[in-house]
Nanobody
Framework: QLQLVESGGGLVQPGGSLRLSCAAS????????IGWFRQAPGKEREGVSC????????YYADSVKGRFTISRDNAKSTVYLQMNSLKPEDTAVYYC????????????????????WGKGTLVTVSS
């Protein structure tokens, strides 16, 4: 059974850092595109970052570019989202999601067209 489990969320002060983890099971991570999304209260879901597959090609939303870094460790079946210089507007539930790799991986991600989703982890940025 394919499963994604996020962890690493919590309360952090503005300017602080967190590292989110997305542990995958039930499938071979190498063959999948993995994305991070977030949804703040009263707002639409936003695609934050995506990594295509083992070639390491990445995408970042303008709102997080230069502050967030996505990476993957296929041996550990885990994808990470390192979040630095956090701002109150980064407060949201963060979800990881996956889809079998295709050359339309970025298009699929930007449309939110992912096949499998985790249950999310809450990130709160507040003083």
């Amino acid at each position: 059974q394919l499963q994604l489990v996020e962890s690493g969320g919590g309360l952090v002060q503005p300017g602080g850092s967190l590292r989110l983890s997305c542990a995958a099971s039930g499938f071979t991570l190498d063959d999948y595109t993995i994305g991070w999304f977030r949804q703040a209260p009263g707002k639409e879901r936003e695609g934050v970052s995506c990594i295509s597959r083992s070639d390491g090609i990445t995408y970042y939303a303008d709102s997080v570019k230069g502050r967030f870094t996505i990476s993957r460790d296929n041996a550990k079946s885990t994808v990470y989202l390192q979040m630095n210089s956090l701002k109150p507007e980064d407060t949201a539930v963060y979800y990881c999601a996956s889809r079998p790799y295709s050359n339309r991986w970025l298009y699929n991600f930007l449309r939110g067209g992912m096949n499998y989703w985790g249950k999310g982890t809450l990130v709160t940025v507040s003083s």
